[in-house]
C-alpha cells in the first residue's frame, strides 16, 4: 500500500478546470461501511496506478434508489434517480464506473428510462479492460497458485450477463480458480438483494448466506472472491458462522488485484 | 353413414367447448394492463424458436429434458395422423393416405416408434413424479389438483398411445387373415413395426372383433384427442400452446431491468418541477402497484395461464430452499387461480367485474411470502418457457408499500434514511467521502 490516493470530486475538478473521462460511483456501501471502504480503495487505487482519469461525486452522490425500488417504493426511488441524474448531466458525465453491482444495474438498466443516459462499467469489466491494456501487471504477485472461488453476484451475473471478466481478473492472478458447484447462471444468491440487506430475513429453516458459504467452503479454496460490497458482506458473516475466518478470506476482486500488484 | 353424423356431431361440440374455454381464457388475460413491450419482433422471434420451439432452456436438466422432448415431438408428429382421422370420420374412408404408399408405410411405422417412445416416457415421468423422491413434486402447492392434473394427463397419453398401437395391431391382424380381400385397406406389414410385435395377443380374433377393436380403439384416440384439448384449458397443460406467446412477449431487457412506473413518474416530476409538463394518466387513475389481478399487465396473467408448474424456478429459489414460505411457482399458481375465479364471478354476473371482498393480495399471496424474496432472479432464469414471477412480487409489494404504507419496520426506516441522509443507513452525507482521507 505504497502509492498516497488522490481522488478529486468532480466539483474540485471543475474548479480546477478539468475535465475528468470517468465518474467513479463509489455507493453507500463502498462510502459508509468499514470494510467495504477497503474496497473502494483498492478501485481508486488502481485507477490511479493505471493514469485513468476519474473522480468521484463526493457528497453529492447519493443512494441510487435500488433498494427502495426492490422493497416497492418506486416513488423514492424515482426521486433519487432522477436527482442523481439531473446532477450527472450537470457534470456532463459519459461514462460511469460503479464498485457495486446493484448501482451498475440501477444506472445502466433503469436510469436510461427516466432520460439518464451513460456507459456505465463495473468495476471488474473496467479493471479487466485496464489489464488487457498491459496498464497493470501482475508478477509472482500474492495469490499465485492459490485456490480462489468466485461467488457472482446476481446483479452482475443473471442480471446483466457478466461472468467473465471477474473470472478473467483471478486467472489473471495465477491462482487456480475453483467453481462452486452452482456457479455463473446457476449460481445462488447472497441473500442480499431485493433489500433483504436491510431487514431480518423471514422465517426459515437456514440463512440463505450460510446455505451459500457451504458452496464456498466446499471448494477448498482459501480466498472467496467477491464483486460486491453486500455479497462480501454475507460471505463474510457467513465463514464467520462456520469459525473459519483464520483460514478463509472473503475479498473484492479489486483488492485482490492492488494486493497482487503491490499497489 | 351414422357413424359420419355422429362424428361431425362429436366434432361440432368439441369445437364448441374449445372454442367458448379459449374465448374465456383470452378475455382472462386481457383483464390485466397494457404495457409498452420494448425490443424488436426478430429479437422476438429469435427467443421463441429458442425456447419454446428449440426447448433451449430445458438442457440444464438433461434427462428430464430428453423424456420431454420426446413427449413433445412425439405428440406433435404423431397428431399429423389427427389429419387422416378427420378425413376418415368425415367421409367414412379408412386410412385414406395408405394410397401413396411407401411413404405411409414409412410414417405410420415412425408414428408407431414414437408412440412406443411416448409411452416409455409417460411411465417414467409417472413413476417419477409420484415416487416421491424428487422434492419440487412434493411441496405443499402441488397437493391435491395440481398432481391430479400432472398424472391424469400422463395416464390419458399412454391410453391414447395405446389406443393408437392397439388399431395398428388390429390393422396388422387384419393383413395376416384377408389380405387380398378387396375391402380391406391393404397397408403394408412394414407400416407396423411395433404394434406387429404384440398383435400376437390378437392372434385368433375373428375378422369382425378385429374390425370391432380396431373400431374402438379409433373412436377412443380421437375423442381422447379432442377431449385433451378442452380439458388442456383447465390444466397446466396450456403450456403446450402458450409456451409459444409466452416466451414472444417476455422480457427482451437484462433480467436486472425493473419497469419504472410511468404514473410515478409523473408525480415525481411534477414534485421536483410545479411547472413541468406530463401527460394526463391514460385511462383515469390507477393504483401504484397490483393489489389483484387487473393490476398486474397481461404479460404477467398470460405467464400464470402457461406455468407449467414444473416447479424449477422455486428449486433454484434461495428463500425457498432456505426453508421461507416463498414458492415462486406458488405466486404463478396463485395469480392463475384468482384469476380463474374472477373470470367465473364475471361470467356468472353478465361479464361484469364484481367486488367479491378478495384479491391476489392476501387471499392468495401473503405478505411473508413477499418479503422472502432477494429479487435474484434464478427463477426467471430458471423457467423453461419465460416467466416471470419477479415482475409479480414487486408489483404486489408496491401497492403494499405505495397504497398501504406497509412494510417491515426496518424497510420503513431504510426509506426514511434514503429520504433525508441519501443513503440507506443513518449516515450523515457529509461524511461520503472521508474513504479518500484516511
Ligand atoms: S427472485 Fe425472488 S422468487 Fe425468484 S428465485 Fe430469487 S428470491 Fe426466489
Ligand atoms: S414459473 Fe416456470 S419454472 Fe416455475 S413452475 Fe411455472 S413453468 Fe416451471
Known sequence: ?263 | MIAQIAFVLLLATASFFIFKRFQFVKRNILLGRDVQLAGEPSQRWSTMIRVALGQGKMFTRPFAAVMHLILYAGFIIINIEVLEILIDGLFGTHRVFAGIGGLYTFLIATFEVLALLVLVACVVFLVRRNAGSIKRFTMPELKGWPQNDANLILITEILLMTAFLTMNACDYQLNQIIIKDASHTYVSDAAFPISSIWSGVLEGSSQNALHLIERFCWWFHIIGILAFIVYLSYSKHLHIILAFPNTYYSKLQAPGTLNNLQSVTNEVKLMLDPSAQVPPPPDGPQRFGAKDVNDLSWVNLMNAYSCTECGRCTSECPANQTGKLLSPRKIMMDTRDRLEEVGRSMDASGGEWKEDGKSLLRDYITEEELWACTSCNACTEACPININPLDIIIDLRRYLIMEESKSPESITVMFNNIENNGAPWAMSAMDRDQWRNN
Open chain 1, 1 to 263: 500500500m505504497s502509492t498516497e490516493l488522490k481522488v478529486k470530486t468532480m466539483a474540485e475538478c471543475v474548479a480546477a478546470g478539468e475535465v475528468p473521462e470517468v465518474l467513479f460511483w463509489v455507493g453507500c456501501a463502498g462510502s459508509f461501511d468499514d470494510r467495504a471502504k477497503k474496497i473502494t480503495k483498492a478501485i481508486a487505487r488502481i485507477l490511479q496506478h493505471c493514469n485513468v482519469s476519474f473522480a468521484i461525486l463526493g457528497q453529492e452522490e447519493t443512494c441510487t434508489g435500488d433498494p427502495a425500488k426492490r422493497a416497492g417504493n418506486e416513488f423514492l426511488f424515482q426521486m433519487m434517480a432522477m436527482q442523481n441524474i439531473q446532477i450527472l448531466q450537470g457534470y456532463e458525465v459519459k461514462k460511469i464506473v460503479t464498485g457495486c453491482p446493484h448501482c451498475f444495474n440501477t444506472i445502466k438498466n433503469e436510469y436510461p428510462g427516466l432520460g439518464g443516459q451513460f456507459e456505465v462499467l463495473h468495476h471488474t469489466q473496467l479493471i479487466n479492460q485496464l489489464m488487457s491494456e498491459g496498464k497493470i501487471t501482475i508478477e509472482g504477485g500474492a495469490f499465485k497458485g492459490k485456490k480462489i472461488t468466485f461467488h457472482d453476484p446476481c446483479y452482475l451475473g443473471r442480471a446483466n450477463g457478466e461472468y467473465e471478466a471477474p473470472r478473467e481478473l483471478i486467472r489473471k492472478l495465477d491462482a487456480e480458480l475453483v467453481e462452486m458447484k452452482r456457479s455463473k447462471a446457476n449460481g445462488l444468491c447472497c441473500g442480499a438483494g431485493g433489500a433483504q440487506m436491510f431487514k431480518e430475513a423471514e422465517q426459515g429453516l437456514k440463512e440463505i448466506n450460510v446455505e451459500r458459504t457451504e458452496d464456498a467452503l466446499a471448494t477448498g479454496s482459501e480466498v472467496v472472491a467477491a464483486g460486491c460490497p453486500f455479497c462480501n458482506t454475507m460471505m463474510t458473516d457467513g465463514v464467520k458462522h462456520f469459525e473459519k475466518e483464520q483460514s478463509v478470506q472473503v475479498k473484492d476482486i479489486a483488492e485482490l488485484i492492488a494486493e497482487a500488484a503491490d499497489l
